[in-house]
């Protein structure tokens, strides 16, 4: 499946004369795209695949208290040249709001987003599995001299109810987060989390709720941060359990490490590695699902040339009962223009970004694409 895309970003910064209200920054992005079918392929896709667009609202630093500081985006996607209702597909949104703070030792604040359950994850794809949910979180940090204390408290449900008898979920979490620092030159720091939680039930007609199962996490990671090389790396485990039907239950163990090298004082070399294994067991099957996910980036930023930035990425997904084996490969140019300022007499950065993607799905062949992208953002303050 091949693709053209265009995206536009505006930039807009605003500095507030008054002291008491703090700088306001807007942005708004706009993303294209197309797709067309080779009729090699012969298969049939639906209207929403072949077009779409996708656009982000938001902002920042709003006008709250100073102590607290808030930001707030709202992405949406779907709409369908091809269809006279417009913006049809409803359900690809994300909307995040969320404050916070700090004061002496304490820091606090507050999230809440809502993803629809057929957000494709443009422009934020943090939020992609999390599609069909809504939720909040709460959190409150302190410092005991070199030691910090963090705690979260989160609940996160379903929002699909198209349906009457819709089933709701509702995820409740209970975590505590601990990071100490053991050396300031380099500066290393080890942190530990520990999180409990239960799975409840609701009935949308009748609004009962039953208790469906536990929920656990624990992570740690070790961070390394030096002139030359900065490293972080890790484990986490993720299990629930259904104490509704005793053979069914999940977990996941992850692994992952995350570096950046600075050979030359322009240059800087990024890599990424990932390995997770996720364990499903029923009555009626059992499943280990394998990803490996790499990623190899170049950076080389100048004063007097433009920016440029090259990335790599390889992916794979296999799982033992022969449901899954999918190879995806990512390849990325990017070009930076800070400044313009001695061409124009204005302020205004450019960025080139250009894209390719190629998928290989070795159980489903029909499924293969390549797919490649051009990007062109414009940065303009007003202030």
């Known amino acids: 499946m091949r693709f053209w895309a265009i995206k536009i970003v505006v930039l807009l910064g605003v500095t507030a004369c008054q002291p008491a209200i703090r700088d306001k920054e807007y942005n708004v992005a706009f993303d294209v795209r197309k797709s067309r079918l080779p009729p090699k392929h012969g298969a049939i896709i639906s209207d929403s695949q072949r077009s779409a667009a996708s656009w982000r609202i938001g902002m920042q630093a709003l006008l709250l208290p100073s102590f607290l500081k808030g930001s707030g985006e709202l992405i949406y996607g779907g709409f369908n040249e091809n269809s006279n209702a417009g913006f ?7 909307l995040k709001l969320g404050v916070s703070g700090n004061r002496n030792i304490f820091g606090y604040g507050s999230n809440f987003y809502s993803v629809g359950r057929r957000y494709e994850g443009k422009f934020d794809s943090k939020y992609r599995h999390k599609r069909g949910r809504t939720g909040y979180d709460s959190w409150l940090s302190w410092d005991i001299k070199d ?43 080890i942190s530990l989390s520990y999180g409990i939680g239960k799975r409840l039930r ?12 536990p929920l656990n996490s624990v992570k740690t990671s070790f961070r390394f941060d030096d002139d030359s090389l900065k ?7 993720f299990s629930s359990r259904n104490e509704l039907d005793a053979r069914k239950a999940f977990q996941q163990r992850i692994f992952y490490i995350n570096g950046t090298l600075f050979p030359q004082y322009l240059l800087s070399v990024i890599s990424s590695y990932r390995y997770s294994v996720s364990n499903y067991s029923s009555t ?26 090259l990335t790599s990425a390889y992916k794979n ?8 084996d999918r190879d995806i490969v990512n390849f990325g140019a990017q070009i930076d223009w800070e400044s313009w300022e001695r061409y124009t007499g204005l302020k205004t950065d450019w960025t080139v970004d250009l894209r390719f993607r190629d998928i290989r799905d070795y159980v489903n062949p029909t499924t293969n694409s390549s797919d490649w992208s051009f990007n062109l953002l414009w940065r303009w303050p007003l202030s």
């Open 88 to 94: 049809s597909e409803r359900d690809k949104y994300l």
């Open 202 to 213: 609701t009935s949308i007609p009748n609004h009962a709720t039953i208790y469906e199962g």
């Open 231 to 237: 490293f972080t790396t890790g484990v986490s485990q």
């Open 284 to 309: 009626i099957y059992k499943r280990r699902l394998n990803k490996i996910e790499s990623s190899l980036g170049l950076i080389y930023k100048s004063k007097e040339l433009p920016a440029l930035k």
């Open 317 to 324: 997904y296999h799982s033992d009962d022969g449901l899954t």
């Open 147 to 189: 030691l910090q204390v963090k705690t979260k408290f989160s609940e996160s449900w379903t929002n699909n109810l198209s349906s009457i008898y819709h089933i709701r979920t509702m995820d409740r979490w209970y975590e505590v987060e601990t990071s100490y620092p053991f050396s300031s030159e380099p500066y290393t720091e």
